[in-house]
């Protein structure tokens, strides 16, 4: 049994290629699932090119693009996924924000369309599918992979996933904003008891006070709903722009000394999965 979870992009809101974002990375929201050569993929910020060049040096000819909306910084990146301009790849892509709203093709084809891109989406040469669906909404990708939905709490709308495969249970959580004292049901259902949680930390807990609307979450608010659902890992993700490498070091010295499960994703990190 194969089973990683390998980080792209881990930084909200806007890349950060600077010197001090080298540790954790600058790269924007995007994760790859690897399950038993099945490849899935979180969201297609900047890290979705480097994922690319990686599937195309592994050969890999069909993946999944699970998105959990299309702010700019979840979506910047697929006009550069070198995949999707090779005739021999398939790629499925599915949302489950827009499908009263136009639906998820509509939204990549705008994204790539005049004046915004030079290149539309017709021109690519993959074979490329989309499908839309409801939040809440459960049903099998990749023959093997069932997958669970919950709208996230955001503005213009966000889907969570969990995905569960052979035993294990995978969640991804991002681009969500907590109530104080209100733990958000669709999340706690969402994680309850998963071997591995990305969620939303984009701020602390002293931060979310003058930030409250923008619609991000905390890495607190992380750790007291996997201490509440049973889950057995978390990650910090989505990291702030304005969180340099200073920040994120002292910020992962308190994630660890709070709750010794969570780890403080950096582009690059790679983590490997068993039931």
């Known amino acids: 049994m194969a089973c990683w979870v390998k980080f792209w992009g881990v930084r909200g809101s806007i890349p950060c290629p600077s010197p001090d974002h080298v540790v954790y990375g600058g790269n924007t929201s995007c994760v790859e699932v690897h399950l038993d050569g099945r490849h899935i993929v979180f969201d297609a910020g900047t890290g979705l090119r480097g994922l690319g060049q990686s599937l195309n ?50 939204l990549f084809s705008s994204h790539m369309s005049d004046p915004m891109f030079p290149v539309p989406l017709d021109a690519l040469r993959a074979h490329i599918t989309f499908r839309d669906f409801k939040p809440r909404e459960s049903f099998v990708i990749e023959d093997a992979v069932h997958v669970r939905t919950a709208p996230l709490n955001h503005p213009n709308e966000a889907t969570g996933y969990r995905l569960e495969y052979d035993g294990l249970a995978i ?88 709750w010794p499960p969570a780890l403080v994703a950096r582009d690059g990190m790679e983590v490997t999965l068993r039931p």
């Open 171 to 258: 969640c991804y959580i991002t681009d969500t904003e907590h109530r104080p004292g209100h733990p958000d049901e669709n999340v706690l259902g969402l994680i309850d008891g998963a071997d591995l949680v990305i969620y939303d930390c984009t701020y602390t807990d002293e931060e979310f006070a003058e930030r409250i609307g923008w619609g991000h979450s905390t890495w607190q608010e992380g750790v007291r709903l996997c201490q509440a659902a049973g889950a057995r890992q978390l990650a910090v993700f989505h990291h702030d722009p304005d969180h340099t490498d200073s920040v994120m070091e002292r910020l992962e010295d308190e994630v660890r000394r709070h």
């Open 57 to 106: 040096a592994r050969g890999v000819t069909h993946a999944t693009l699970l998105m959990t909306h299309t702010h700019w910084d979840h979506i910047i990146g697929f006009p550069f996924f070198a995949p999707a301009h090779r005739a021999d790849f398939t790629l499925d892509i599915m949302a489950g924000h827009v499908a009263d709203n136009g639906g998820i093709r509509r």
